[in-house]
């Protein structure tokens, strides 16, 4: 019986926690639901405590992220057995957004809403930066990168594409610089 009221504060807890950062925000819930990857009715029902607070993972992770908080800060959430690999290039990002004195929040908005739960994928760790450069440029001229660093972060992002697909990149090192020297003047003229 006493575990089943501790629960419940901490379920009380959460919701709170969410339900004010939201407010002192001047998130919509719609907004947050789309960052999240949930239903409208999910964020209502979950900071009016009509359902428990979340115990999946995921979604407690994306709110964290949206949050800028740690996912551990949440009661409910557990560890994950498999940690996220170090990203350098997920680094660089997140310097970004601080150097531009941003919060999380007004960095997803400067996406469209589509885009908003692929980015909080992508600052949790969960999903790879895309070495598509017509994305990563859309993420530069948010965070106003410079071109030669943008090239260099799109370089290091699509080494490591190649090499997860099993591409040799020591026995191809000349084919590598010849089609990164026409790309990064390719870049860098733009």
Not at 100 to 128: H, S, W, Y
């Amino acid at each position: 019986m006493q575990e089943k009221k501790n629960k419940q504060k901490a379920n009380q807890k959460s919701s709170k926690k969410v339900s004010d950062f939201l407010e002192k925000n001047q998130i919509h819930k719609k907004d947050f639901a789309q960052m999240i990857g949930v239903t409208l009715s999910y964020v209502y029902n979950l900071i009016d405590e009509a359902i428990p607070f979340s115990t999946r993972g995921t979604t407690l992770e994306r709110i964290a992220v949206v949050m800028d908080i740690l996912p551990e800060e949440f009661d409910e959430y557990v560890i994950q057995s498999d940690p996220v690999p170090y990203n350098k290039n997920l680094d660089t990002i997140k310097e970004y957004i601080k150097k531009n004195k941003l919060t999380t929040v007004e960095f997803l908005k400067k996406f469209e809403r589509r885009k908003r739960l692929q980015m909080v994928d992508i600052l949790r760790g969960a999903r790879p930066l895309s070495a598509d450069f017509a994305e990563l440029q859309k993420i530069g001229e948010i965070l106003n990168i410079e071109k030669e660093e943008l090239f260099n972060l799109w370089k290091n992002i699509f080494v490591e594409y190649l090499q997860e697909g099993d591409f040799d990149t020591d026995a191809n090192e000349k084919l590598l610089n010849a089609m990164f020297s026409g790309a990064k003047k390719y870049i860098l003229n733009k």
